[in-house]
């Protein structure tokens, strides 16, 4: 009888072994249910970078009237960052479904919101206008999906983390870096 199982176990776990090693080598397609938001979200091709002979003079500036001395701190760049918004799936909680926007700009998450989550009665709307902002918040700070649940807002605090995660992958096939 312990031969069998074992034997039987065996053969199991060979077969979700083989599975998830031929899964991992198929190319991963968008999240279920997530959508690039911006038309720029798309990846292109760069042309190739053509060489300089000498660097272009510095153009002469004109003196403003403004009494305050002006500081850049950041040096200027020829192109600015591109910007890639896109929403995740909508996760469907006990109390309504979540469903997150993120901007990615320059690698990071520029701004994270809500799009939708639970409402209804008074109490949800109450903790949920306290929970979602703060997950935007933390959203921003932790730059990844791995953010505190929100005391009060267990659903939608997993939810939002649901939603995030999948618009964070849509965000990295659409080749935000």
Do not use: C
């Amino acid at each position: 009888m312990r031969r069998g199982i074992r034997l039987l176990m065996t053969i199991a776990t060979t077969a979700v072994v083989a599975v998830a090693f031929r899964a991992s080598l198929q190319p991963q397609a968008t999240a279920p249910g997530a959508a690039i938001v911006s038309p720029e979200a798309a990846p292109r091709t760069r042309p190739a970078a053509t060489p300089r002979s000498a660097p272009r003079p510095a153009r002469p500036t004109r003196p403003t009237q403004s009494t305050k001395p002006t500081r850049s701190t950041r040096p200027s760049t020829s192109a600015p960052a591109k910007s890639v918004v896109v929403a995740g799936g909508v996760a469907d909680t006990q109390y309504g479904p979540v469903q997150v926007q993120i901007t990615v700009r320059g690698g990071r998450i520029a701004e994270a919101r809500a799009l939708q989550h639970p409402s209804g009665d008074g109490q949800t709307d109450q903790i949920n206008a306290y929970a979602v902002p703060r997950l935007d918040q933390e959203t921003t700070a932790a730059q990844s999906a791995h953010i505190d649940t929100v005391s009060g807002a267990t659903f939608t605090s997993d939810g939002y983390r649901r939603s995030l995660q999948s618009a964070l992958d849509a965000a990295h096939q659409a080749g935000a870096r």
